[in-house]
């Protein structure tokens, strides 16, 4: 996915990172290389502060694209929107095939996981345009590598 965006970049894209959770994992703060990434916002709930995507900030910077890690995310409780994928940045966006409510029950039976946070259907069936991206070398992890790129086009 980062790669696919350094490469977007390359060629002249306007595209920016949203959200992104690396998980502690040097190689995607590596793969992060030259994309511009919007700062997370800090909201504080039931007395501990929690950092979430800058939906504002976004929209302000008003890129071609943009990467959202994490699509699936549940919002802390009070936010706009109680799902990340709800918020209203009508960008090309990222996801992980994993997080598609559809193939929740074929996910589980070939990784022997429930993935909680899902997206509906409906955010393909609305997208302009729909690339997969598988950028994983190996089949059994084709799960967690593949990414759905949305496109909306601008008017």
Known sequence: MLDEANGRLESGEDIIIGYIECHGR?????QIKNLEIIPRKQITYNGISLEEM????????????????????NNVPGSKYNKRYKENIQRNK???IQHLESLNDSIKHI???RVNETVPDLIIELADEVEVIDNCSHSYRIISC?????YSHRS
């Not at 040097?26 to 590596?30: G, V």
Request: charged letters at 25%; glycine letters at 2%; a negative charge.
């Open 94 to 96: 990222y996801f992980n």
């Open 26 to 30: 040097k190689e995607t703060n590596y």
């Open 111 to 113: 990784t022997g996981i």
């Open 146 to 150: 593949t990414h759905y790129y949305l």
């Open 54 to 73: 800058d939906t504002e900030a976004i929209i302000k910077r008003n890129p071609e694209s943009v990467l959202v890690d994490e699509l699936a995310h």
